[in-house]
């Protein structure tokens, strides 16, 4: 059973991430670390103890990888988009039986599994390859190797993830592929949207979306 373990924020850089997350959340996110080889790094937000938020930007301290960034952070339309301002860009999903469902589904379709590290974090993501994530609506996998990062508890809960998209059969579909047909909430929309819900610790409701 798959189920979310993080939501994601692009942004131009880290500083501008944090002011936009402190801005809607009203709390700003910790220090996360460095994806070395990948030309990311992060910022964190605990959601409580099933869930996280991280805010992602290219690492000026880094050469360009010889991948492109994760979720589309080389794309041309995302890079001028996050110029604007910092956004909602992706979601991931936790899964203990990473093998057995790209194997299931076919590297075509959930991506190759890839080896990651940051510190002490060790984990294997595979990405849905751009042409098949439905607008980055179709997560990508994750399964860490020891433990998922602890985090202080920001007091921020996310209440619901939904996703928008033409084609939302197809997509109610893909999600059941993985496991994940309770993890969001799907309306037929003209435009793939990916909207986060939540709670911030003065009770008041926020928003973020990807468009």
Known sequence: MAEIDHIVVGARTLEAGAAYIEA???VRPGPGGRHEGVGTHNMLLGLGPSCYLEVIAPDPDQPDPPHPRPFDLDDPGVKLMLEAEPRL???????PVLDAVVTRLGTHHAGEIRAM???????RLAMPPQNQDMSNLIPALIQWDDHRPRLPDSGVRLVALEAEHPEVDALRNALAQRGLEEALRLRRSPQA?????FTRPDGREAVLASR
């Open 89 to 95: 860009v992706a979601w991931v999903a936790r899964t």
């Open 24 to 26: 809607h959340l009203g």
């Open 193 to 197: 949207r990916l909207v986060a819900r």
């Open 117 to 123: 590290k940051r510190g002490k974090l060790s984990w």
